[in-house]
């Protein structure tokens, strides 16, 4: 029988896509038994010359941002060789941590590298000596490119994701093809699945703000009712709770939970009715505004891994009236 | 070339600031039609979402009217909870680049007819300063 052909692209990558797949071990080598590996940089020693010449490849997967018109190219490329196309990761789906850049924009990016005092001379000029793909504005969502079939959310994905990404690779091997969108892992929020419970889940009161630094940390009380900002209540339950299980509160790393797709603008409105809600009437507006104030940096609490995919960006890079 | 005018959405609450509005109307003040007024149930039912979506489609200010804090609220608490979404996002918007005074909440009761009238110029005329809201990569905070 002829094996599937397997092939994995890099785009923005750090390195922690990879780690995490390759994490699964035996049952990943099991798996990959049954296809023919056609392109992997970290596995096999192919160009990109020779992926443009492959016809077809049944699961082509793509890890790390889009940042450049080279990762634009080659999500396209492999788009239009892949039967199924995985979007491996935060960063592919919705822009990740490079997608903070998107605060900067590409000039302010270039300019941040080239005069921070660890460059040297020749790396200033280096953009003038090679012709280097061209950096985008703001590092952008796959979806704003492609179409992928499957969706592997994660900074990196959990074991869990990645054991269902297992599980579709090893039905296509059968014959099985998947239908449609495929969202892997736990689609609901966080919260549903945290197992540090509130005194009362019916109502839920932030009465501070602080930093974990800050307080003594009651390790089976919920992180927003000890005043630690926690992004739980917006973000899908994919991974396997290893920040909670470890005393630190969700980043929001998977990205929005289902039928939420600003996450950013859903906490804050979320925080709003949480934060200070048996206090509201002695402190007034002077008071609330005394504590929201320790509240620096929000851009980077509330879309950390997302700020590409939101609505917010929008409204930056002013694509919203065709002027 | 037209002249530019600043377009203002502002939601307000049916109770306090909407009942204002319609004050204004039957007492004939007038305030300036740049203004979109939206009657909504309480200012605490203004999403953060509610406000970008405004400005992304075409709203060069946003403006927010509810009852008076600590007690005229209709709904006990919606005014504060309006309070700290307004309040938050301008700080998310002014990191982002965007100047925070597009955005306005004010408190104003069934009877303050005149104060409406006179948020509504003061902020037609920040906003009118403020020019236009394209793409803010550049706008000063
Ligand atoms: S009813 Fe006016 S602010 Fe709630």
């Known amino acids: 029988m002829k094996r599937p052909k397997l092939a994995i692209v890099y785009g923005a990558i750090c390195g922690g896509c990879d780690v995490a797949l390759v994490n699964l071990g035996e049952k990943l080598t099991t798996i990959l038994e049954k296809y023919d590996i056609v392109y992997w940089p970290a596995v096999v020693d192919f160009r990109r010359d020779e992926l443009k010449r492959i016809s077809e490849v049944d699961i082509g997967i793509y890890m790390g941002a889009l940042v450049s018109s080279e990762d634009i190219e080659l999500a396209k490329l492999l788009r239009s060789r892949s039967k199924i196309l995985v979007a491996y990761g935060t960063c592919t789906i919705y822009g990740g941590i490079p997608g903070l850049s998107a605060l900067l924009g590409a000039k302010r990016v270039l300019e941040e590298v080239r005069f921070t005092l660890t460059t040297s001379l020749e790396e200033v000029e280096l953009p003038k000596l090679a012709k280097l793909p061209e950096l985008l504005e703001s590092a952008t969502s796959i979806l704003k490119v492609v179409e992928p079939n499957i969706f592997a959310p994660g900074c990196p994905p959990s074991d869990s994701v990645n054991e269902a990404l297992l599980e579709v690779l090893s039905d296509y091997a059968r014959g099985i093809k998947p239908k449609g969108r495929i969202f892997l892992g736990e689609p609901t929020p966080l919260c549903n699945k945290c197992t540090r419970k509130p005194t009362d889940t019916s109502k839920i009161s932030m009465s501070k703000i602080r930093r974990l630094h800050e307080l003594k940390l009651i390790e089976d009380k919920c992180f927003l009712e000890q005043g630690v900002l926690c992004m739980g209540p917006v973000t899908r339950a994919a991974c396997d709770l290893p920040c909670i299980k470890n005393n630190l509160p969700c980043v929001g790393c998977n990205g929005p939970a289902l039928d939420i797709d600003d996450m950013g603008l859903e906490m804050l409105s979320a925080l709003s009715s949480l934060l200070l809600v048996e206090e509201e009437r002695e402190l007034l507006e002077e008071g609330l505004v005394k504590e929201m104030d320790r509240l620096v940096d929000l851009i980077g609490i509330l879309y950390r891994y997302t700020l590409p995919s939101s609505l917010l960006i929008k409204l930056k890079l002013g694509d919203h009236r065709g002027e | ?141």
């Not at chain 2, 049916?14 to 300036?32: D, F, V």
């Not at chain 2, 309480?42 to 979402?49: D, F, Q, T």
Request: charged share 20%; aromatic share 8%.
């Open chain 2, 1 to 141: 070339m037209v002249e530019w005018k600043p377009r203002i959405v502002a939601f307000l609450c049916r109770w306090c600031a909407g009942s204002a509005a319609e004050l204004a109307g039957i007492s004939r003040l007038s305030y300036p039609a740049e203004i979109i007024p939206i009657i909504l149930p309480c200012s605490g039912r203004v999403s953060p979402r509610l406000i970008i979506e405004a400005f992304l489609n075409g709203a060069d200010g946003v403006l927010i009217g509810g009852c008076h804090t600590p007690n005229d609220c209709h709904y006990i608490s919606g005014n504060f909870k309006a309070f700290k979404r307004v309040y938050l996002l301008k700080k998310l918007l002014s990191q982002l680049g965007m100047n925070p005074m597009r955005l306005r909440i004010e408190w104003i009761s069934a009877t303050e007819a005149q104060k409406l009238v006179r948020v509504v110029e003061e902020f037609l005329n920040e906003v009118e300063n403020l020019g236009p809201l394209g793409g803010i990569f550049h706008e000063k905070a």
